[in-house]
Protein backbone atom coordinates (compact mmCIF):
# COMPACT_ATOMS: atom_id res chain seq x y z
CA UNK A 1 0.00 0.00 0.00
CA UNK A 2 1.30 3.70 -1.17
CA UNK A 3 1.35 6.25 1.38
CA UNK A 4 -0.01 9.35 -0.13
CA UNK A 5 1.76 12.52 0.01
CA UNK A 6 1.25 15.56 2.50
CA UNK A 7 0.35 17.46 -0.34
CA UNK A 8 -1.74 15.03 -2.27
CA UNK A 9 -3.77 14.62 1.27
CA UNK A 10 -4.28 18.14 2.16
CA UNK A 11 -5.51 18.82 -2.00
CA UNK A 12 -8.11 15.50 -1.27
CA UNK A 13 -9.46 17.50 1.93
CA UNK A 14 -9.79 21.13 0.07
CA UNK A 15 -11.92 19.23 -2.64
CA UNK A 16 -13.92 17.64 -0.23
CA UNK A 17 -14.66 20.67 1.85
CA UNK A 18 -15.31 23.09 -1.03
CA UNK A 19 -17.68 20.26 -2.40
CA UNK A 20 -19.32 20.07 0.53
CA UNK A 21 -19.69 24.01 1.42
CA UNK A 22 -20.76 24.57 -2.09
CA UNK A 23 -23.58 21.63 -1.81
CA UNK A 24 -24.61 23.71 1.36
CA UNK A 25 -24.75 27.03 0.27
CA UNK A 26 -26.77 26.25 -2.71
CA UNK A 27 -29.46 23.41 -1.25
CA UNK A 28 -32.92 23.93 -1.32
CA UNK A 29 -35.30 25.21 1.00
CA UNK A 30 -35.67 23.15 4.40
CA UNK A 31 -38.60 19.96 3.85
CA UNK A 32 -41.64 20.03 5.27
CA UNK A 33 -41.39 18.30 9.24
CA UNK A 34 -43.07 15.06 8.33
CA UNK A 35 -46.66 14.40 8.32
CA UNK A 36 -47.03 17.53 6.29
CA UNK A 37 -47.05 20.12 9.06
CA UNK A 38 -45.80 23.69 7.46
CA UNK A 39 -43.89 25.66 10.14
CA UNK A 40 -46.42 27.60 12.23
CA UNK A 41 -45.70 31.53 11.89
CA UNK A 42 -48.24 31.83 15.22
CA UNK A 43 -45.75 32.52 17.80
CA UNK A 44 -46.74 33.06 21.85
CA UNK A 45 -47.17 36.69 22.60
CA UNK A 46 -45.40 37.63 25.25
CA UNK A 47 -46.81 40.83 27.58
CA UNK A 48 -45.45 44.19 26.49
CA UNK A 49 -42.09 44.93 28.81
CA UNK A 50 -42.73 48.84 29.06
CA UNK A 51 -41.21 50.18 32.32
CA UNK A 52 -41.77 53.71 33.51
CA UNK A 53 -39.11 55.77 32.01
CA UNK A 54 -38.10 59.27 31.17
CA UNK A 55 -35.70 59.60 28.36
CA UNK A 56 -34.99 63.50 29.15
CA UNK A 57 -34.37 62.99 32.92
CA UNK A 58 -30.94 63.76 34.09
CA UNK A 59 -29.75 61.71 36.48
CA UNK A 60 -27.82 63.79 39.29
CA UNK A 61 -24.27 63.58 40.13
CA UNK A 62 -24.88 62.89 43.76
CA UNK A 63 -27.30 59.68 42.74
CA UNK A 64 -26.42 56.33 43.53
CA UNK A 65 -24.93 53.98 41.72
CA UNK A 66 -24.77 50.10 41.58
CA UNK A 67 -21.26 49.13 40.23
CA UNK A 68 -22.04 44.79 40.54
CA UNK A 69 -24.95 42.73 41.50
CA UNK A 70 -25.89 39.22 41.06
CA UNK A 71 -27.60 39.03 37.41
CA UNK A 72 -30.10 36.00 37.78
CA UNK A 73 -32.26 36.78 40.67
CA UNK A 74 -36.38 35.18 40.98
CA UNK A 75 -39.01 36.89 43.33
CA UNK A 76 -38.28 35.89 46.77
CA UNK A 77 -34.57 35.82 46.24
CA UNK A 78 -31.81 37.24 47.83
CA UNK A 79 -29.42 39.61 45.99
CA UNK A 80 -26.03 41.20 46.83
CA UNK A 81 -25.09 44.52 45.11
CA UNK A 82 -22.05 47.10 45.56
CA UNK A 83 -22.00 50.34 44.74
CA UNK A 84 -21.61 53.93 45.52
CA UNK A 85 -23.35 56.68 47.09
CA UNK A 86 -26.39 54.09 47.84
CA UNK A 87 -27.35 56.63 50.90
CA UNK A 88 -26.84 60.20 51.33
CA UNK A 89 -26.52 59.47 54.89
CA UNK A 90 -23.74 57.94 57.41
CA UNK A 91 -23.77 56.48 60.72
CA UNK A 92 -26.95 55.40 62.33
CA UNK A 93 -28.65 57.63 59.66
CA UNK A 94 -27.15 54.90 56.91
CA UNK A 95 -29.99 53.52 54.51
CA UNK A 96 -32.93 55.74 55.82
CA UNK A 97 -33.31 57.36 52.39
CA UNK A 98 -32.48 54.08 50.62
CA UNK A 99 -34.59 52.90 48.29
CA UNK A 100 -34.29 50.07 45.27
CA UNK A 101 -37.66 50.09 42.72
CA UNK A 102 -37.61 47.02 40.78
CA UNK A 103 -40.07 46.96 37.45
CA UNK A 104 -41.39 43.68 36.32
CA UNK A 105 -43.99 43.15 33.91
CA UNK A 106 -47.17 44.12 35.45
CA UNK A 107 -45.55 47.08 37.71
CA UNK A 108 -42.99 49.05 40.33
CA UNK A 109 -42.50 47.22 43.80
CA UNK A 110 -40.10 47.82 46.19
CA UNK A 111 -36.77 45.49 46.82
CA UNK A 112 -36.89 44.57 51.14
CA UNK A 113 -33.40 46.47 52.27
CA UNK A 114 -32.04 43.20 54.16
CA UNK A 115 -28.36 45.34 54.77
CA UNK A 116 -26.56 47.89 53.76
CA UNK A 117 -23.22 48.63 54.83
CA UNK A 118 -21.55 51.50 53.19
CA UNK A 119 -20.98 49.94 49.81
CA UNK A 120 -22.62 46.96 49.88
CA UNK A 121 -25.49 45.77 50.16
CA UNK A 122 -28.50 43.09 50.16
CA UNK A 123 -31.80 42.85 49.19
CA UNK A 124 -34.62 40.68 48.93
CA UNK A 125 -37.20 40.75 45.43
CA UNK A 126 -40.29 40.73 46.83
CA UNK A 127 -42.43 37.55 45.74
CA UNK A 128 -45.20 39.64 43.64
CA UNK A 129 -42.75 39.85 40.83
CA UNK A 130 -43.35 37.56 37.75
CA UNK A 131 -41.20 34.67 37.49
CA UNK A 132 -38.36 33.69 34.48
CA UNK A 133 -38.85 37.56 33.42
CA UNK A 134 -35.99 40.45 33.15
CA UNK A 135 -36.24 42.98 35.68
CA UNK A 136 -34.84 46.75 36.07
CA UNK A 137 -33.73 47.97 39.66
CA UNK A 138 -33.35 51.73 39.83
CA UNK A 139 -31.48 52.84 43.29
CA UNK A 140 -32.74 55.32 44.85
CA UNK A 141 -31.54 58.20 47.78
CA UNK A 142 -32.15 61.69 49.04
CA UNK A 143 -30.61 62.61 45.84
CA UNK A 144 -32.80 61.03 43.65
CA UNK A 145 -32.56 57.95 41.05
CA UNK A 146 -29.88 56.36 39.70
CA UNK A 147 -29.51 54.68 36.51
CA UNK A 148 -31.51 51.21 36.34
CA UNK A 149 -29.31 47.68 35.98
CA UNK A 150 -31.59 45.01 34.39
CA UNK A 151 -31.74 41.26 36.35
CA UNK A 152 -32.54 38.22 34.25
CA UNK A 153 -31.39 39.51 30.94
CA UNK A 154 -30.67 37.31 28.44
CA UNK A 155 -26.60 37.14 27.75
CA UNK A 156 -25.92 35.29 24.11
CA UNK A 157 -22.92 33.78 23.94
CA UNK A 158 -21.34 30.69 22.53
Known amino acids: MKLKSYTARKQQ??????????SNSYAAPYPAPRGGVEPT???RSFPPFDPPIDLDLTIP????????WTRQNQPGDTMALTG???SAFTGASEGRDT??????VGGMVDGLI????GQQC???LPQTLPVNTMYLLWPRNENGYGEPVAINKTEAWW
Open 13 to 22: LTTLALGLFL
Open 41 to 43: TDY
Open 61 to 68: PTAPEISE
Open 84 to 86: EKL
Open 99 to 104: RFVLYG
Open 114 to 117: QRLD
Open 122 to 124: AIT
